[in-house]
């Protein structure tokens, strides 16, 4: 099962309301549904979709001026989803992948200004 974390603190980290894929089922958990949320640092703009129960995560950054695309992130994985920082001018999260041999970790920064690192640990 992958981890991450409820529906509430996500609207606090990424401070909007998702767009839900599927809005028939009232009682869906948002754990099973598919969220997007587009928001802005006033730096760089944010497209966030997460699929918690698939462990999908995908980020796309884009320059608001030109619209062109600063980075994709498009992970089918993720095994922990951990909010590191959820303040009014620091943002971010840490992101694991487990592989037979290895460990990725993904650390992104929303605010002040985006920024990711990517890391992989072998493990013996």
């Given at each position: 099962?992958?981890?991450f974390?409820?529906?509430?603190?996500?609207?606090?980290?990424?401070?909007?309301?998702?767009?839900?894929?599927?809005?028939?089922?009232?009682?869906?958990?948002?754990?099973y549904n598919k969220a997007t949320y587009q928001f802005s640092n006033g730096e760089e703009d944010f497209i966030v979709t997460l699929s918690p129960s698939y462990g999908e995560?995908?980020?796309?950054?884009?320059?608001?001026?030109?619209?062109?695309?600063?980075?994709?992130l498009d992970l089918k994985r993720v095994d922990k989803f951990e909010i590191t920082a959820d303040k009014k001018e620091l943002s971010?999260?840490?992101?694991?992948?487990?592989n037979a041999d290895s460990q990725q970790t993904i650390e992104i920064d929303f605010k002040p200004k985006y920024k990711l690192i990517f890391r992989e640990h072998y493990m013996r």
């Open positions: 099962m992958y981890v974390p409820e529906e509430n603190d996500f609207l606090s980290l990424f401070e909007c309301e998702p767009t839900l894929f599927d809005t028939t089922a009232k009682d869906l958990p948002f754990y995560v995908k980020i796309q950054v884009t320059q608001p001026t030109s619209n062109k695309l600063l980075s994709l971010s999260v840490l992101l694991t992948v487990l």
